[in-house]
Nanobody
């Protein structure tokens, strides 16, 4: 059974940091690139970062220099370290296996003072 479980969201003040985690089934984790998408109310869904099984990464311009995606192959887990957070980063964050219909339930990130 394929599973993707995100965690780590919460409420932080502008300028703060959060680290999101996404644990996936082994079969998914080893065969697909993983991405972090976010969707805010009234806005289009945005791919903010992706990482291939080999560790190559790409970022949206809106998060370059602030967010870092990484993976721990031993734990089947992808991380999104988010620094210098802004109110505009508020959204539900998901980590799908790219190119598949495998999505987790998402985790809410709220940036507010």
């Amino acid at each position: 059974q394929v599973q993707l479980v995100e965690s780590g969201g919460g409420l932080v003040q502008p300028g703060g940091s959060l680290r999101l985690s996404c644990t996936a089934s082994r079969s998914i984790f080893t065969n697909y690139a993983m991405g972090w998408y976010r969707q805010a109310p009234g806005k289009q869904r945005e791919l903010v970062a992706r990482i291939t099984p080999g560790g190559n990464t790409n970022y949206a311009d809106s998060v370059k220099g602030r967010f870092t995606i990484s993976r721990d192959n031993a734990k089947n887990t992808v991380y999104l370290q988010m620094n210098s957070l802004k109110p505009g980063d508020t959204a539900v964050y998901h980590c799908p296996a790219l190119g598949t219909n495998y999505w987790g339930q998402g985790t809410q990130v709220t940036i507010s003072s």
